[in-house]
């Protein structure tokens, strides 16, 4: 069974920095996209920033320049440094990633969810 477990979440004023890991764990084969998605109150889900298996990332035109993903594929965790935080992006962060894994029978690929974390940003 494979899981993402997000930390890192919390309360920090507008202009601070928090820093969100993500880790996969299980019985996984590969992990080829991860991605940061997070929704407000009232809101859709939207992409935050994403890394693909070669490192190259993508951002959300509202984080860029604030926020950075990156991924340490030894340990099966994608982190994102947040920094110069906004009370706009306040929200529930998600991880997400796309995971090969073996049952012990089958080789599978599936596209996974962390529970999410809150980040509140205060005035």
């Known amino acids: 069974q494979v899981q993402l477990v997000e930390s890192g979440g919390g309360l920090v004023q507008a202009g601070g920095s928090l820093r969100l890991s993500c880790v996969a764990s299980g019985s996984i084969v590969s992990i080829n996209a991860m991605g940061w998605y997070r929704q407000a109150l009232g809101k859709e889900r939207e992409l935050v920033a994403g890394i693909n298996s070669r490192g190259s990332t993508n951002y959300a035109d509202s984080v860029k320049g604030r926020f950075t993903i990156s991924r340490d594929n030894a340990k099966n965790t994608v982190y994102l440094q947040m920094n110069s935080l906004k009370p706009e992006d306040t929200a529930v962060y998600y991880c997400?990633?796309?995971?090969?894994?073996?049952?012990?029978?089958?080789?599978?690929?599936?596209?996974?969810w962390g529970r999410g974390t809150q980040v509140t940003v205060s005035t």
């Open positions: 997400n990633a796309a995971i090969q894994a073996y049952s012990g029978t089958l080789y599978y690929t599936g596209n996974y």
